[in-house]
């Protein structure tokens, strides 16, 4: 079965906190996926990468990195957390064949800046 | 650009009841079309996909056909339950290098018993 995994399911920060999103999948995909949820605003991308050391900003990458050392590891960093990045963040992951391509997500982080 | 717009929730209804939540779309070449669900605190899973012009895609009782004259992909059941009751979201691929998916804003589904 297949598995994106995040490592928190809620973290509270500071502002000003440098913050580690951390995700992790088992099913040897090339692509992988940031996003945010926002009430209303639906899921927005932040970031993605195509493969290993490679990314490419999305929609909202401002105030946002990410690294990607290993294939089955998606990391999203906030430099410098503030109160406006509080949402809920979702990774995905897919082969990136566009035939199926099917993004599969994990259960998502839901992040408090205080 | 490539856009998804789907109906505004929340949405309620009255177990068996039947659920159209609208899914219009704009998109430059050939995209494939497809539903997400969001259950309570969970990330989102594949509902159904399309991915050429008159393609139905059916799981789980639910039912959407890719309309290109219309550009619309709406979701259909003919006799919801209360375990329906999720958030779904409509969206959309065009072939790309890292084959980006665009979503829709939501729509939240409440089935009362």
């Known amino acids: 079965d297949v598995k994106v995994t995040q490592s928190s399911r809620y973290l509270v920060k500071r502002t000003g906190e440098k913050v580690f999103l951390e995700c992790v999948q088992d099913?040897?995909?090339?692509?992988m996926f940031w996003y945010r949820q926002d009430p209303g605003l639906g899921l927005r991308l932040i970031y993605f990468?195509?493969?290993?050391?490679?990314?490419e900003k999305g929609d909202i990458p401002e105030g946002y990195s990410v690294s990607r050392e290993k294939k089955e590891r998606f990391s999203l960093i906030l430099e410098s957390a503030s109160t406006n990045q509080t949402s809920m963040y979702l990774c995905a992951s897919t082969t990136g064949e566009l035939a199926k391509n099917i993004q599969y997500f994990g259960a998502g982080t839901r992040l408090s800046v205080l | 650009g490539n856009s998804v717009t789907q109906m505004e929730g929340p949405v309620t209804l009255s177990e068996e009841a039947f659920l159209t939540i609208n899914c219009t779309y704009t998109a430059t070449g050939y995209p494939s079309l497809f539903w997400y669900v969001q259950y309570p605190g969970e990330g989102l899973q594949l509902l159904l996909k399309?991915?050429?012009?008159?393609d139905k895609g059916s799981n789980k009782g639910f039912e959407a056909t890719y309309r290109k004259e219309t550009t619309s992909f709406h979701l259909e059941k003919g006799s919801v339950q209360v375990s329906d009751s999720a958030v779904y979201f409509c969206a959309l691929s065009v072939y790309s290098s890292a084959s980006k998916i665009i979503f829709g804003s939501g729509t939240r589904l409440s089935i009362r018993p």
């Open positions: 099913m040897d995909h090339e692509n």
């Open positions: 990468s195509y493969d290993v050391k490679m990314k």
């Open positions: 399309a991915t050429k012009a008159d």
